[in-house]
Nanobody
Framework: QVELVESGGGLVQAGGSLRLSCAVS????????MGWYRQAPGKQRELVAG???????IYADSVKGRFTISRDTAKNTVYVQMKSLKPEDTAVYHC??????????????WGQGTQVTVSS
């Protein structure tokens, strides 16, 4: 079983910053890709940012230049630094990881989500 524990959400004014963290623990062989998704009320879940085991990153157009994703391999943790936050960034942010399982194959896991609210 794999567990993802997210932290760092909260209420911030427009223009402010937050950093989200997602720590991964459990029984797996290795972590492949890691990423952050978000879901606003009445909208579909969307990819915010992702990072591969090799460090390649991808961002949604709406957050490019404002968000930075990073990972600490030793701590099995992925972060997203969010700057210049806008009210439209308000959503529940979910961590997602792809792990290689000890028995072979890969599997995706989701965190429980952390609320980010940006006030205007």
């Amino acid at each position: 079983q794999v567990e993802l524990v997210e932290s760092g959400g909260g209420l911030v004014q427009a223009g402010g910053s937050l950093r989200l963290s997602c720590a991964v623990s459990g029984n797996y062989f290795s972590i492949n890709a890691m990423g952050w998704y978000r879901q606003a009320p009445g909208k579909q879940r969307e990819l915010v940012a992702g990072i591969t085991s090799g460090g390649t990153t991808i961002y949604a157009d709406s957050v490019k230049g404002r968000f930075t994703i990073s990972r600490d391999t030793a701590k099995n943790t992925v972060y997203v630094q969010m700057k210049s936050l806008k009210p439209e960034d308000t959503a529940v942010y979910h961590c997602n990881v792809e792990v290689a399982e000890r028995a072979g194959g890969t599997r995706y896991y989701w965190g429980q989500g952390t609320q980010v609210t940006v006030s205007s």
